[in-house]
């Protein structure tokens, strides 16, 4: 049966989600369960994608990346794809309405993390774009349910918070990136000099997406507005305790937000939530 196969496609989609990303996977249950199946299909694309640039090192990434973006293009054409992951993310592009050009730029700053060492600036914003910020593009789709008005007006938020979060990563991930993988995201850092100054300037940058983002929040749905926001309170928190740590920290370990902390978060965001404070 069709309707099986399609069920278990988004089942695939939400598991890979839990395992891969639990502040993710709590915001998301958190948003309307209309829309939480959709934004499962999403993150299980990106993170799939994104797991054959990162992790598939005994293969040819090359060729399974190419191969991955066609599948991707015939799943949306076709309105079905033997992959379940991709099953599921057509139906959620074709539902929504997605744009394919929003698709296509993610996958382009995929194949980015397979030529390219180091960032220029252009390069770098390049990639934000497409890594990140057209991801937040795709889920203000499903939170506005299509609506292009809404859409365009809350475009620049929704880019923002991606920025934010992506850049978050980066600093985060800084110690694999530069010694598992061999990237460099930041401009600042191709002199190979991560200082206290490079990071303030870092940090800034960041700052300014997370106010430009909550202004948005502020204004989304109802359906999607506490999710998102504790998504964002969760990488607001992680992006207060990287400030707080050393250049040299950052660069020798991964830096978290422990479990009992998120959970505390939650808490307050739940109630600053039922006051009307978000």
Request: one cysteine or more.
């Amino acid at each position: 049966m069709k309707a099986l196969y399609d069920k278990i496609s988004h089942e695939a989609s939400r598991n890979i989600t839990h395992s891969y990303s639990t502040s993710f996977s709590l915001g998301i249950r958190l948003l309307n369960k209309n829309i939480r199946g959709p934004i499962y299909d999403i993150y299980g694309f990106v993170r799939l994608a994104d797991e054959i640039v990162d992790s598939f090192h005994d293969h040819d990434k090359e060729s399974l990346l190419k191969e991955f973006w066609n599948e991707t293009h015939a799943a949306i054409e076709r309105g079905i794809s033997t992959n379940p992951v991709l099953n599921s993310f057509q139906h959620t592009v074709r539902e929504y309405e997605i744009d394919l050009e929003l698709v296509d730029q993610f996958l382009k700053s995929m194949a980015m993390d397979l030529r390219m060492e180091e960032h220029d600036q252009r390069s770098y914003e390049e990639y934000i774009l497409g890594s990140a910020q057209v991801v937040g593009l795709m889920c203000l789709k499903v939170f506005v349910d299509g609506e292009m008005k809404e859409y365009e007006r809350l475009t620049p938020y929704a880019m923002a918070l991606g920025s934010a979060f992506q850049k978050v990563n980066f600093l985060r991930d800084l110690k694999d990136d530069s010694l598992e993988l061999g990237r460099t995201y930041f401009p600042q850092l191709r002199a190979g000099i991560f200082s206290e100054e490079v990071k303030q300037q870092i940090e800034e940058d960041i700052q300014q997406d997370f106010e430009e983002a909550y202004i948005g929040i502020k204004q989304l749905p109802s359906r999607a507005k506490f999710g998102v926001y504790l998504a964002y309170i969760y990488y607001l928190s992680l992006f207060d305790k990287i400030k707080r740590t050393t250049p040299a920290e950052v660069k020798q370990k991964r830096i978290r937000i422990p479990n009992n902390r998120k959970f505390v978060l939650l808490a307050e965001s739940y109630f600053k939530d039922q006051l009307g404070l978000i």
